[in-house]
């Protein structure tokens, strides 16, 4: 018997709507996640794609048919639901495709603490679903429905209170993009409460992302990159779709990579004796200042929620991604953007410095990323990026690792996709392209 297609990616399930994200789909994974939590009351949100009300409606009537009740806690960011979950101690269900274009949406899966499912709970709600094992209720046993539209007030102020902000009055001037998603209220409403001087782009819900699209790189950046040149800006903040990454602009407009990023965090954060996680594919800007201050680094492999839980497991206090997913554990256990935004102008606030000054205090590593298609087996591509004469050593923590004199690379399989990601680190731009280049041309030679 042919195994079953997996259905969760690296961020849950995500697809077309009516396509490969059907109706039958929504409605019986609802079915099974309330089978599988067996709680009584399970919270549930969306961010603000036009296809939310199709896909929260299905998956909703399976999860009440299951018997389980659910409490609408409106358009939200991913983490503003995930803090209900930590809250209420309950699980959840969020509607979002975070970053993908807007005909896409998904299904994503929140523990009863707050922190992104599990693989182990993920393949028990596929096993559900393909077995139809999950629970159909008899009309007296139904769910209800209730709400919780006001919820979002609750979540601004569980961040600031998170950053020790509640009586301060941050005088920065700060410009701040929510490409049409799920932050168009709870960031410029927690910003303002902290007294900052705000201008903002695309604070209206739009399901199309007509500004732009909702992955927050450079090349979609523009706007916001413009009107920091034109006026007088301390910082400018972004965030994706659903609002769990927060990328930034220093006040000379240059864009800040999410490796310096959590490397600012951990030099001003974090004391002698902690521990940040983050994973394999961080740059050595975060190792260096880590070994600078006496902070104990841990690498896992790729994907937020194997960095959550290995934050929990070690009392970690901070931990993130390249990609601007930051973790703050004395808030919760998951990537927050406007978290990250506020303890980012707290930084500034309290250091009395720019964001160019921050940034210029941390190590300089130039890292490159490339993806290709996969046309062969993992093994296969192991085996010949191995041939190199030229490593020092590697790592096969998540895909292969290789040092080389000049620096190191990463290959690895997607998870999601049929491609082969590729990062390079290096001291120079120079040897990161070159180091890329090698090992992108190596994987092309297989067909």
Known sequence: MEKPAKLFGTNGIRGVPNEGLNSDLCLEMGRSIASFFDS???????????????????????????????????????????????THKIPGVMITASHNPPQYNGIKVIEADGTEASRETEESLELLYYNRKFRVSDWKNLGVMSAEPEYYKSYVESMI??????????????????????SFLTTPLMLQRVGTTLTTLNCNPDGLFTSRNSEPKPENLKSLETLMKSGNFDIGIAHDGDADRCVFYDEKANFVEGNEILAIFAKYLCEKGDTVVTPISTSD?????????????VRTKVGAPIVARTII????????????????????????????????????????????????????????????????????ISKLLRGSDDILKTDETDGLKIWEKSGWVLIRPSGTEPIIRIYSNSRTLEDSEKLCKKYTELIGQLS
């Open 40 to 86: 009584g009351t399970i919270a549930i949100a969306r961010d603000t794609r036009l296809s939310g009300d199709y896909i929260f409606s299905t998956v909703s009537a399976g999860l009440l048919s299951a018997g389980s009740s659910l409490v609408n806690v409106g358009v939200l960011p991913t983490p503003g639901l995930q803090m209900y979950c930590k």
């Open 161 to 182: 209170s998170s950053a020790g902000l509640n009586e301060k009055k941050i005088d920065l001037r700060i410009a701040f993009d929510a490409g049409n998603g799920a």
């Open 285 to 297: 800007a975060l190792e260096e200042v880590c070994r600078l201050k006496g902070i104990n680094l």
């Open 313 to 380: 497991k070690e009392k970690a206090s901070l931990g993130g991604e390249e990609n601007g997913g930051i973790i703050f554990s004395k808030h919760q256990f998951c990537r927050d953007g406007g978290m990250t935004a506020l303890l980012m102008i707290s930084v500034m606030n309290k250091t009395g410095k720019r964001l160019s000054e921050l940034t210029r205090e941390i190590p300089k590593y130039f890292v490159m990323k490339r993806s290709v298609q996969r046309k062969t087996s993992w093994d296969a």
